[in-house]
């Protein structure tokens, strides 16, 4: 097992992992999360909402947070013990799993030779390299901390370069939490039914236009009205922050012909697709061209990285090159770059994302058949490694019929999964990650456990 060389790099105190049953996830999961419950009394004392980012206080699935311990390939430890197969991989960037021997042998290595240096490094040269041959539309890339950043500062690219004000984005569809695009955003916005976030002047998203997902029509009207008015369209590829919506191939290329009639600059937000749903992301599966692209999650290999690239001509009015400020103290940094190279490379290796699309495919097909076996009505939306079991009656192609979700019922699907030892995204409107750590052994429990929950919800229902 690959695994046993991480405590060769890390000396990361570690039990007999046999005997303690960390690769038998049918033994009985003991259900116990005093220490958890103690933390979160603790947190809620110094930390707003006990936590440093809102959907992990499980606030619609009720219950408090679990305090997580460790986590291994595809299980997380939680600080009272208990073991979970994890589906949130930290809501995305854990591809290869948690702790995966490749990646934190590199972030070690990396980090003895110093952990910031505020100035060039030839690990980022490689990195932008890998990153310009993995995604054939990014000419020039730079690199900042987070997926909020990167959008953020594509977006003050594209207005600087085309000297227009207004931007086009969809609902529920998330971007990071910068003020012009915390409108009708998903995520922890959509858990939470906010129309938008206080704090932000209504004069700050009165550019966002604000648009339905998959209505083609919705942006030919806006882009005939606004046309020459509108610096971007920022869209998610595959959407994944309402759950998993999957563009229509008519949509994308609809925003790809008339932005290039209009001169409007198209940004892909790969935060969550790039390196998921293929090597080169969306923009490999589908096929269509953005001019500037968002990158994060995956990139940094779940050290803190964000990404924004594109056309040559469009990067070059990032300063100092051009008029367009962006700047960052850690931006870079040896340790996220390191992890990041470390990751991607993995990510090459032959037959990497055919293995993940047979292990997703599984849990997707065989999940559906045991809901729809029960009369549970579902809908199962996935690209590749990412999917979400919606509890809704017909498919979901935007945020209004995301909406439609019987969110009572996703909250008992969750509870009785984590109580069985399996860690769900704490909210509807989030995506599943399958990672290459996920193999049959899991998946079978994840199959077994769900037909147990689901059948106990059926119950429920027919008792009310
Ligand atoms: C997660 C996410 C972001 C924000 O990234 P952070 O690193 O959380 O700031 C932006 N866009 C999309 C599509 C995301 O999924």
């Known amino acids: 097992m690959a695994a046993s ?19 038998t996830p049918r033994s009985v999961i003991r259900v116990n999360f005093s220490r958890s419950n103690e933390l979160y009394q603790r947190a809620l004392r110094v930390i707003p909402g006990g936590v440093n980012s809102p959907v992990r206080a499980f ?26 197969i994890d589906y949130v991989c930290s809501w995305g960037p854990l591809i290869l799993g948690h702790a995966h021997p490749k990646v934190i042998e590199a972030v070690c290595e990396a980090a003895r030779h110093g952990t910031s240096f505020g100035a060039a490094t030839a690990r980022e040269v490689e990195l932008a390299e890998m990153i310009t041959q993995a995604v054939s539309s990014i000419e020039k890339v730079r690199l900042v901390n987070s997926g909020t950043e990167a959008v953020m500062s594509a977006i003050r690219v594209a207005r600087g370069y085309t000297g227009r004000t207004k931007i086009i984005k969809f ?6 939490h910068a003020d012009p695009l915390l409108a009708k955003a ?40 606004y046309g020459n008015e509108i610096a971007c369209v920022v869209v998610e590829p595959v959407a994944g922050n309402m759950g998993v919506v999957p563009p229509t191939k008519e949509f994308l290329t ?32 589908f096929g269509v061209r953005a001019d500037m692209t968002c990158l994060g999650k995956i990139l940094g290999g779940g050290l803190p990285v964000g990404a924004y690239g594109g056309k040559r001509e469009i990067m070059d009015v990032v300063a100092p090159t051009g008029p367009v400020y962006q700047a960052g103290t850690l931006s870079g940094n040896p340790l996220a770059v390191a992890a990041g190279i470390a990751t991607l490379r993995a990510l090459q290796e032959p037959g990497f994302y055919q293995r993940l699309e047979r292990t997703a495919a599984r849990l997707e097909q ?16 996935r690209v590749g490694s990412m999917m979400t079991l919606f509890f809704t009656p017909g498919p979901v192609t935007d945020y209004a019929s995301a909406r439609t979700s019987d969110t009572n019922r996703y909250a008992q699907f969750f509870r009785g999964m984590l109580e069985r030892g399996v860690y769900l995204a704490p909210s509807q409107f989030e995506a599943a990650f399958v990672s290459a750590a996920h193999s049959d052994t899991e998946i079978d429990y994840t199959l077994e456990k769900a037909a147990e929950v689901l059948a106990s919800m059926r119950e429920i229902d027919s008792e009310s």
């Open 5 to 23: 060389s991480i405590s060769i790099v890390c000396t990361l105190r570690y039990v007999d992992r046999t005997a303690s049953g960390w690769y």
């Open 59 to 84: 606030k619609s699935v009720g219950g408090n947070p679990v305090f997580i311990s460790r986590g291994e390939g595809a299980y997380l430890l939680d600080e009272d013990g208990n073991r979970f």
């Open 171 to 176: 609902e529920g569809c998330y971007h990071g």
């Open 186 to 225: 998903g995520s922890g916005v959509a858990t939470f039914g906010l129309p938008d976030s206080a704090g932000v002047p209504a004069g700050v998203t009165a550019d966002t236009i604000v648009l339905r997902y998959n209505d083609t029509e919705g942006v030919r009207q806006a882009i005939s009205q």
């Open 254 to 285: 609809c925003l790809r012909e008339l932005c290039d009639k209009h001169g409007i600059v198209l940004i892909f937000d790969e935060v969550i697709t790039g390196f998921r749903v293929a090597f080169g992301g969306a923009q490999e599966l």
């Open 366 to 381: 065989e999940l559906t058949t045991i809901a729809r076996g029960l009369d549970v009505p579902v809908h199962c939306n």
